[in-house]
């Protein structure tokens, strides 16, 4: 049987093209169900508080750094989505005293805005390296701060970037989950070309490595929403992305849901995919269901439910 076409953009392949009873499945998941869908390689939490959520994912930046030194360099890939653990970072590594240079730590930015076939300076107002400067990078005490040449954003020379996960240990990637259930900028496929009545298997979709991306119809719409007052007209339509190939290099990826970056539906079909190991790459997410360390965050009062609620 053809697969559906979308509903969101039917140009495009995005988790409304998966079987129905797929679908349906993620939608009775209740919170304990959700807890349960915990196996080997693939963990869920849950946080009670804000407080506790962002605290915790603070001190993944704080676990990689303090394992680094300059014999074995070590760091922390990290998202803008969520950002309210940034500040919360530079306040733990000031107060702890953490001397980030002595520690040769290392940070990698998930990805970048690209306009006209050149990613975006710091100059432009959604610059994500600029996000992770301002909220986090220039708070930390200057004595104290990572050497700019250890901060390695995807800009510029992309196969630089890509070789740096090759020299220095990542020890975790973060992410969170857009609505598009993507992380990073790893966003679904056009439904083009020799995509078009299939989209690329799970195999050909992780060998994509750091590279310039078209993004879903969706993906520009939520960051609209959410960093640009709903302006469109001002969110770049292409991005340079950390692909699955760097992912898979990473010895731990950390997925957080606060509750805000996509739906109660979406929160409980990426799990439920990688739980089953349904990878597919019209859902991007799910692909990591062949990830050996999977941890999955959730802030409990964001789960929200999937039910029919008129408004």
């Known amino acids: 049987m053809p697969r559906p076409i979308s509903k969101l953009a039917p140009t495009w392949w995005d988790y409304t093209t998966l079987e129905p009873d797929l679908l349906a499945d993620a939608a009775r998941i209740d919170e304990k169900k959700l807890k349960g869908l915990s196996r080997p390689g693939f963990t869920i939490h849950f946080y009670d508080t804000v407080q506790e959520f962002y605290a915790a994912e603070a001190l993944e930046y704080i676990d990689a750094w303090r394992q680094s030194t300059p014999d074995n360099p070590a760091g922390i890939c990290g998202p803008i989505g969520p950002t309210e653990q940034l500040p919360v970072v530079a306040r733990m590594v000031n107060a702890l005293g953490i001397n980030l240079k002595k520690h ?12 006209d076939g050149k990613t975006v300076d710091t100059k432009h107002p959604l610059s994500f390296a600029k996000a992770d400067k301002d909220l986090c990078f220039d708070r930390i005490e200057r004595s104290l701060r990572i050497p700019e040449k250890n901060l390695h954003f995807p800009g510029g020379d992309l196969d630089a970037y890509s070789k740096s996960y090759d020299a220095i240990r990542c020890v ?127 802030l409990r009062s964001g789960i929200g439910t999937v039910a029919v609620e008129m408004h």
């Open 104 to 115: 040769d730590a290392h940070f990698w930015g998930m990805d970048e805005w690209v306009i």
């Open 172 to 298: 975790v990637m973060q992410g969170g989950q857009g609505e598009i259930k993507h992380w990073a900028f790893n966003d679904p496929l056009p439904r083009t070309g020799k995509y078009k009545d299939a989209p690329p298997t799970p195999a050909e979709y992780r060998k994509l490595g750091t590279r310039f991306v078209k993004l879903h119809p969706v993906t520009i719409t939520q960051n609209a929403r959410t960093s640009g007052g709903g302006n469109v007209a001002l969110v770049p339509t292409e991005a340079a992305t950390v692909g699955p190939r760097e992912t898979w290099k990473a010895e731990k990826v950390s997925i957080w849901h606060p509750g805000h970056h996509d739906n109660p539906f979406g929160l409980r079909l990426s799990a439920l995919m990688i739980s089953k190991r349904l990878a597919d790459s019209s859902v991007p997410m799910s692909l990591l269901a062949d990830h050996p360390n999977v941890h999955f965050h959730y």
